[in-house]
């Protein structure tokens, strides 16, 4: 039915082609389509119309050989699909916040941060933070009046030393009768 040195036979249309007009099938013993690319895309359009489906939009870009993921096909790459999909930014809107930000996160101040973080109820951006930051936030719900509570909490709760004999020190906190474990 073919020959690999100058093509295959195509069902419908008979005459020999290249092979590099048949998509790759891993599935098939000669790891060929069945049909050839044209009419392939003959075969798909007709389906289409004829089950009221409307005809598959064409990419702007022209796909370069052997790249047939649409993540990169159709946004340039993950990250950039990730980002407009999710968040409606791209790279280049994510890379002028870092810059407006100096390069870090707009929290701790740590550098190389990699998380956009966006209101949850609003859907809009708020600022890039690191792994640490973005999550501390997630853990709060996003609540201003959780963070405050939490702020309270380690102001009150924080052990510190006090001096009861010249040379002696106790730990004691503000809010807790109760020393530290030993352990601690």
Known sequence: ???LRSGKVRPQCKPALPLTEFHRDRRRVDAL???CKACATARSEESRRRR???P???SPVPVAEGLKETR???HGGSREYHLR???GVGQKEFD???AEQGGVCAICGGADPQHLDHDHRTGWVRGILCFNCNGGLGQFRDSPTRLARAITYLRGTTWQRALIHPGVYQMCSPTRGRPPSPRS
């Open 1 to 3: 039915m073919f020959d």
């Open 33 to 35: 389509a069945f049909y």
């Open 52 to 54: 009221g489906i409307a």
């Open 56 to 58: 598959q939009k064409r």
């Open 72 to 74: 990169q096909r159709l």
């Open 85 to 87: 999909r999710r968040y």
């Open 96 to 98: 002028e916040l870092l």
